[in-house]
């Protein structure tokens, strides 16, 4: 059983309201026990298909000093974020923080853990975090992927991963991608080949564009 989650968007509250966390806890987990055993499933993937937390819709980056900001300084060519890792890694570490204390992103954790709870000593139960645009950080952050590790505490690790993209090919017959390269506005490609002096033959679909957008 394939189970996709795609553009949540879990903000801190500063600049935008989440999702009504009953949404998670009252609608969306019993739906998804519902189908496993109406279904008899023989495993449970559940595919988190990019910007389920959202580092960029805050208020946090204007209260830090400019040169702190992911966007500021030297960017690095690869992701065109501040090279300063450690840097980076505090702020989005304490803007992380923030967001996990809100009410949704409290249900929609627990909605995680129950289903693994439930399920996990029967049938295999993993996730995948599918990184989109605006939690791309999570493609060069090892601490925030040990944070989040540590919030789905009824997995065990080896069943949560992190990538660009979910394919199976034989049993679901699906390629999963967040799908900013669509967007024209996240101004990536052109980013790309302005910080490497790539040549035009590099499209949007690039795995390395799909990491900087």
Sequence with gaps: MLVVFSDIHLTDEST?????????????LKEIELWAVKNEAKEIIIVLNG??????RTDYWLKIDRSERPWNGILDKKTAMNNNTDLMEFHYGKLLDEIIKTNSSKAFLSMLNSISRK????????????????????????????KILGLLSSYESDNVSFANEFTD????????????????????????????????FITGFHRDIYKLQ
Aim: proline share 4%; hydrophobic share 40%; glycine share 6%.
């Design 16 to 28: 935008a309201i989440n999702v009504n966390p009953e949404a998670f806890t009252k609608i969306l």
């Design 169 to 200: 090919a034989s049993q679901y017959s699906v390629l999963c991608r967040h799908g900013h390269e669509w967007d024209n506005a996240n101004y990536g490609l052109e980013l790309f080949k302005y910080l490497n002096s790539a040549d035009d």
């Design 51 to 56: 910007d389920i937390l959202d580092f960029v």
């Design 119 to 146: 399920f996990g000593d029967k049938i295999p139960v993993k996730v995948c975090y599918v990184t989109g645009n605006h939690d791309r950080i999570l493609n060069t952050s090892p601490a925030l992927k040990e």
